[in-house]
């Protein structure tokens, strides 16, 4: 079984593109499944149950969704390999740029979209740097100089990984994408003993731990204050 990772920020296309990809995927005879990983809510599970796809849903609640994956991907995978898929996608909520449920050895894509803003593939972190294949989308809104602006900003936080434009509507360049991510050599048995390929952010301050009251005599743990210049000024 081959596991295949998604992230990306919010609304920029993740479940769109991944269905396209299954239905090109799927026209080779092979069994695909889906696990999504959200924070509070989230209907796509019912999407990928509609095409055909098995699938699970998995909400972090107050947790990090990220956190949440790490916590259960190898039970995911156990899911999988028991439902024998041929290949196994999963899709995080990507809630935070700063995180990256990107594991070492196992193919990583991120999935960004025209209309985030020229800047956005900077503020990403991890994320997209260490992603194997960036996804662009929503490229039939903006122009074509925008497009090609927007990739060399992708490429320029990113040069090692491959940058594809798809249009999740359409299909367009979906099935030469699902010819990237299932390699019939592969086969990921456990992800026991793997790493992450980037540590998540450092946590554990007071309010992660529930706190809600204002002010630094309840601010405890890992705390980072903000550099405002001179204090008398």
Request: proline residues 4%.
């Amino acid at each position: 079984m081959n596991l295949v990772t998604f992230s990306g920020p919010p609304s920029s296309g993740k479940t769109a593109v991944i269905l396209k990809t299954i239905e090109a995927i799927q026209e080779r005879g092979l069994k695909v499944g889906v696990v999504k990983f959200d924070c509070l809510y989230t209907n796509d599970d019912e999407l990928y149950a509609k095409a055909g796809v098995p699938v699970k849903k998995g909400l972090s609640g107050s947790l990090c969704p990220d956190h949440y994956f790490v916590s259960n991907i190898e039970e995911v995978v156990q899911w999988g390999r028991k439902k024998e898929l041929d290949l196994l996608i999963t899709e995080s909520a990507g809630l935070c740029n700063r995180c990256s449920p990107y594991i070492k050895d196992i193919k990583a894509i991120c999935v960004i979209d025209n209309l985030s803003g020229i800047n956005t593939p900077r503020k990403i972190g991890p994320m997209l740097k260490t992603a194997d294949i960036v996804v662009i989308t929503k490229g039939d809104i903006v122009s074509q100089a925008e497009r090609e602006v927007f990739a060399s900003r992708v490429s320029s936080v990113n040069p090692e990984a491959m940058v594809m434009n798809i249009n999740g509507l359409t299909g367009q360049g979906a099935y030469e994408f699902s010819t990237l991510l299932y390699d019939q050599k592969e086969d990921v048995e456990t992800v026991k003993g793997k790493r992450l390929r980037f540590s998540m952010p450092s946590a554990m301050c007071s309010y992660c731990l529930g706190e809600t009251r204002i002010g630094s005599e309840h601010q405890l743990g890992n705390v980072k204050k903000i550099d405002l210049g001179d204090n008398n000024a």
